[in-house]
């Protein structure tokens, strides 16, 4: 009888809310932009920084601008300033989410990933 190898988890499974990789530079502002689909009419959405997926934790709050495309889409622009991008762990998770019920805190995450921070450097001559 052969066996199949175990594959120790080499081969990780894709996260249903995975909404890819950003990255910022530390000192500059950061921007994103991107669409999501749904029924979010009367939701409350939230961008944050967390210290890892699935965290109570909040590293950082994004400003965020949301438009209702009227069409089931929705325009979700968040950001940072460039204090925002100071002191912050070189990688993060950002998410967005929203809140379902304003009694119940718990927040349903609809996009999130790995949020880098790409440091400055400093050349000593």
């Known amino acids: 009888v052969e066996l199949p190898l175990p594959t120790y988890g080499d081969a990780p499974t894709s996260w249903p809310t995975d909404g890819g990789e950003l990255t910022a530079y530390e000192g500059k502002p950061f921007t994103h932009t991107l669409t999501v689909t749904g029924d979010y009419e009367d939701k409350l959405f939230f961008a944050r920084l967390l210290p890892q997926r699935g965290s109570l934790q909040v590293v950082r709050t994004f400003d965020l601008s949301v438009t209702d495309n ?16 100071r002191r912050v762990a070189r990688r993060t998770y950002w998410s967005i989410s929203i809140l379902d019920d304003e009694d119940d805190p718990r927040h349903t995450e609809l996009l999130g990933g790995n949020f880098f921070i790409d440091r400055e450097g400093t050349a000593v001559l």
Request: aromatic residues 12%; charged residues 30%; without cysteine.
């Open 70 to 85: 009227e069409d089931g889409t929705f325009t979700l622009t968040f950001s940072l300033d460039e204090e925002g991008t």
